[in-house]
């Protein structure tokens, strides 16, 4: 585990995957990302809560960092993701905005119901682009792997 600033944390395994975390001011986990390369295309399994706060600063540093090593096209995989609020879909516009401010593109797979409805409601699918499952997303950004 590797200390980083504002009580995050990120665990490295072998290169391949890394995991980084968000804390609440109570130290309890709220979102956990892991990365997961599929050739040019990196995806992000996220999980627990989107609040934004630290979520925020978590999920914006992990895009800039994955631009800057090449990483400029994104699948969200959100379905371990239980909750989220306005503050974290803003989390989400901004990392969607920051991807293609840089040539990429952002897709987001498997989300639950309740996200799905909560994306319908805010129109945030006339934004984002939503797959069943990571498959289709790479599929959409021409990745067959």
Not at 115 to 137: H, S
Request: some cysteine; aromatic content about 6%; charged content about 20%.
């Amino acid at each position: 585990m590797l200390g980083l600033p504002g009580g995050r944390s990120a665990s490295f395994c072998l290169g391949v995957v890394r995991q980084r975390r968000a804390l609440s001011p109570f130290g309890r986990t709220r979102v956990k990302i892991t990365e997961k390369p599929q050739g040019e295309v990196m995806i992000l399994q996220l999980s627990g809560k989107i609040m934004g706060g630290e979520d925020h600063e978590l999920f914006h540093s992990q895009i800039k960092t994955l631009i800057n090593e090449g990483y400029v096209d994104v699948v969200l995989n959100m379905g371990k993701v239980n909750w989220i609020n306005s503050t974290g879909l803003g989390v989400l516009v901004s990392g969607y905005h920051t991807l293609k401010k840089n040539g990429g593109q952002m897709r987001i797979c498997d989300v639950s119901g309740r996200i799905d409805n909560i994306l319908n409601v805010t129109q945030l699918k006339l934004v984002f682009e939503t797959y069943d499952n990571e498959a289709a997303a790479l599929a959409s950004l021409g990745h067959t792997g």
